[in-house]
C-alpha cells in the first residue's frame, strides 16, 4: 500500500514549492524506496499546453504526449524516472471526467456534487498514480497557496485521504514564504501563520513546515513557527537561496528531514544514499572553466519559459567541468537592428529555442545565420531548427523569401510546413505531434558520434515539419538530414558540414537531460563551445604578445 505526502503552500506561489517536493522524494529514493510524484494544478485548462509560457512558464512534454506543468520536469531530473501525463492532474480533466460521466448518465438520480463526485475523482486519479506505478510513497504537490478558491476542492481530497488510509500513511508538509524585513533584518513568520490557519480551516494540520527563506532561519524563527504551527521544532525545516537547486535534498537532509519523514511514516530506518547526488552538486559549484551561452528566444523575461533547456545547458556543462553562463537575449533586437547580432560574436555557443509564432522570428533567423557564417557552435530545437532550414534555404539554396507557412501561409517557398495529419484539425488543445517516438541515425554522421547509437527516443512538441518536397534541394545544398523519423518520413535531425558545431532537432533533447547524465546534443554543443572558447583565449593571448613585442 502507497503511503502518501502531499505538499501544500502558502503566502505566495512559486517559491520552490516543486523543488521542496522533487528532493523529498529525492531523500526518500536515497533510502531505497520507490518514489512518484504527482502535480496538482487547480486552474481549469485540461492540461498547460494552451498556455503562454511567458506567464505560466515552460510546458513539459511527457514521453506519452502529456503536455504537463514544468513541475513534472523538477521531478523528472531529481528522481530520474520517467512520469506520464497521469503524474499532472488538473481541475480542467477532473471536472471534464465527471461531467461527461454525467452525460453518459452514470450518476443517474443523483444530484451530482463536489463532494463527494468532485472528489471522490480527484482521489481515484491520485491513487491510480500511486498504485498503478506500485510505489511505496507518492509525494502529491498541490499548486496554488492555501486559500485559493481552485485548491479547496483539492484540499477537501487530500484531507479525506488521511482518514481512509490512516495516519501513517499520510503526512502534510507546507511550504510557505518567510520574508526578511530589510530594515531590521527579521524573519516574519506572520503570512506563514495565516497560511497554516488557512490550512486548519479546512481541516488539514501541517506534520512539517518548510520555511522558504533566503537565508537560513535562526533558531528564535524556528521555535516560533513550532509554536504557532503546533508541530515539534524537529518538524520545521528551511529551505533557503542556493547557487543550484539541485542542493536542496542535501540540505534537506542534513535538517534531518529524512529521519522524520520516515519516523513519521513508519518506515523501517536505513542509512540514505545521497553520495552521487552530492558529487553531482559539488561539480556544478566548483567547476573551473566558464561557458558562455547565449539563448536567442522570446520569452526571455521570464526564464522559467526555458526552464529545461536551462537546466539541460547547466547538466552538460557540468559534466564538462564547466560552469554554464547563459543569457537570455531577446531576438526582437536582431529585427529592429541587424547590426546587433554582432554582439554573438563575445559568446562561445548560440542556442535557439523552441517556439511559436511570427514575432522574434527574423531575429532568429539573423542569430542563426550569424552562427553558420561565423563557425559559432549552434544548438536549434524544435522551432530553431525549422528556423535553421529557412535560413539554409534562403542564404545558401538562393530560395528568396522562403519560410514556414506557420509564419508566412502564402510564401513562394514553404521549406517548413504543417504535418499533412495536421490539416483540418478542428481541436489546438493536445492534438500537435506530442511525446516520445523512435529515431533512427544514420552513420557516419556528427549525430551519430553524438549519440553513438542508430536509434534512439526523444519527445516532441510540434505541428510543423521539414517539407518533403525540398529535401532534395536542402541536401543538394550541403545540408545533411542525420536523423530521421522510424518510417523515414520526417526530418528530425539537420547538421552542417565545415561548421565547428552546428546541428539542430526537430525534437526537444532538454526534456531528458538530467543531472550527472546530460543529453549527448547539449553536451557536445557545450563541449564545442568550450573549444571555441580556448581557442579564443590562446588567439587573443597571441594577440597580446605580438601587440606588446610590437
Ligand atoms: N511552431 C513549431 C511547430 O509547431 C515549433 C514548435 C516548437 O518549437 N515546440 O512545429
Known amino acids: 500500500m502507497p503511503k502518501y505526502i502531499f505538499v501544500t503552500g502558502g503566502v505566495v506561489s512559486s517559491v520552490g514549492k516543486g523543488i521542496v517536493a522533487a528532493s523529498v522524494g529525492r531523500i526518500l529514493q536515497a533510502r531505497g524506496y520507490k518514489v512518484t510524484a504527482i502535480k496538482i494544478d487547480p486552474y481549469l485548462n485540461v492540461d498547460s499546453g494552451t498556455m503562454n509560457p511567458y506567464a505560466h512558464g515552460e510546458v513539459f512534454v511527457t514521453d506519452d504526449g502529456g503536455e504537463t506543468d514544468l513541475d513534472i520536469g523538477w521531478y523528472e531530473r531529481f528522481l530520474d524516472i520517467t512520469l506520464s501525463k497521469r503524474n499532472n492532474i488538473t481541475t480542467g480533466q477532473v471536472y471534464l471526467e465527471v461531467i461527461t460521466k454525467e452525460r453518459r448518465g452514470d450518476y443517474l438520480g443523483k444530484c451530482v456534487q463536489i463532494v463527494p463526485h468532485i472528489t471522490d475523482e480527484i482521489k481515484r486519479r491520485i491513487?491510480?498514480?500511486?498504485?498503478?506505478?506500485?510505489?511505496?510513497?507518492?509525494?502529491?504537490?498541490?499548486?496554488?497557496?492555501?486559500g485559493d478558491i481552485e485548491g479547496q476542492p483539492f484540499l477537501e481530497a487530500a484531507?479525506?485521504?488521511?482518514?481512509?488510509?490512516?495516519?501513517?500513511?499520510?503526512l502534510f508538509i507546507h511550504v510557505?514564504?518567510?520574508?526578511?524585513?530589510?530594515?531590521t533584518e527579521e524573519f516574519k513568520t506572520k503570512a506563514l501563520q495565516h497560511s497554516v490557519n488557512e490550512l486548519r480551516r479546512i481541516g488539514i494540520q501541517p506534520d512539517?513546515?518548510?520555511?522558504?527563506?533566503?537565508?537560513?532561519?535562526?533558531?528564535?524563527?524556528?521555535?516560533?513557527?513550532?509554536?504557532?504551527?503546533?508541530?515539534?521544532?524537529?518538524?520545521?525545516?528551511?529551505?533557503?537561496?542556493?547557487?543550484?537547486?539541485?542542493?536542496?535534498?542535501?540540505?534537506?537532509?542534513?535538517?534531518g528531514m529524512g529521519v522524520f519523514i520516515t519516523g513519521r511514516l513508519n518506515l523501517s530506518w536505513r542509512q540514505p544514499k545521497l553520495k552521487e547526488w552530492s558529487d553531482i552538486v559539488t561539480s556544478m559549484k566548483n567547476a573551473k572553466e566558464e561557458v558562455r551561452i547565449a539563448v536567442c528566444g522570446k520569452y526571455t523575461k521570464l526564464t522559467d519559459s526555458y526552464v529545461s533547456v536551462r537546466e539541460a545547458l547547466i547538466h552538460a556543462a557540468a559534466y564538462a567541468g564547466a560552469k554554464a553562463i547563459i543569457d537570455w537575449i531577446d531576438v526582437e533586437e536582431f529585427e529592429l537592428n541587424p547590426e546587433r547580432v554582432n554582439m554573438l560574436s563575445r559568446y562561445d555557443g548560440i542556442l535557439v529555442p523552441g517556439g511559436f509564432g511570427q514575432r522574434g522570428v527574423e531575429g532568429k533567423i539573423n542569430a542563426i545565420k550569424y552562427s553558420r557564417e561565423n563557425g559559432i557552435p549552434f544548438l536549434g530545437i524544435c522551432f530553431g531548427m525549422q528556423l535553421s532550414v529557412v535560413e539554409y534555404a534562403r542564404n545558401v539554396c538562393g530560395l528568396e523569401d522562403a519560410n514556414s507557412t506557420e509564419v508566412?501561409?502564402?510564401t513562394p517557398h514553404p521549406v517548413i510546413d504543417l504535418l499533412p495529419e495536421q490539416r483540418n484539425l478542428e481541436n489546438l488543445g493536445g492534438t500537435m505531434r506530442l511525446g516520445g517516438f523512435e529515431i533512427l541515425i544514420k552513420p557516419g554522421t556528427l549525430a551519430h558520434k553524438l549519440y553513438n547509437s542508430s536509434i534512439i527516443r526523444q519527445r516532441h512538441r510540434h505541428r510543423y515539419e521539414v517539407n518533403p518536397a525540398y529535401w532534395d534541394i536542402l541536401t543538394r545544398a550541403g545540408m545533411i538530414f542525420s536523423g530521421m523519423s522510424e518510417d523515414g518520413r520526417r526530418v528530425e535531425i539537420i547538421e552542417l558540414p565545415n561548421h565547428p558545431y552546428f546541428i539542430a532537432t526537430q525534437y526537444h533533447a532538454e526534456f531528458i537531460s538530467r543531472p550527472g547524465k546530460p543529453e549527448a546534443a547539449y553536451l557536445g554543443f557545450i563541449r564545442a563551445a568550450l573549444k571555441r572558447r580556448k581557442n579564443l583565449e590562446s588567439y587573443n593571448k597571441s594577440k597580446y604578445v605580438s601587440i606588446s613585442m610590437g
Not at 484531507?159 to 499520510?170: A, H, I, K, P, W
Open 208 to 255: 512539517a513546515i518548510v520555511a522558504r527563506c533566503e537565508k537560513p532561519i535562526d533558531r528564535a524563527t524556528r521555535s516560533k513557527i513550532a509554536l504557532f504551527g503546533t508541530l515539534p521544532e524537529s518538524a520545521v525545516f528551511c529551505s533557503y537561496d542556493v547557487e543550484y537547486v539541485y542542493e536542496v535534498p542535501l540540505i534537506l537532509e542534513e535538517q
Open 176 to 183: 510557505a514564504l518567510v520574508p526578511i524585513l530589510k530594515a
Open 408 to 410: 508566412s501561409a502564402n
Open 159 to 170: 484531507r479525506q485521504m488521511r482518514l481512509e488510509e490512516g495516519f501513517e500513511n499520510t
Open 127 to 146: 491513487r491510480l498514480v500511486a498504485e498503478g506505478n506500485d510505489v511505496d510513497i507518492a509525494i502529491v504537490e498541490i499548486g496554488g497557496t492555501a
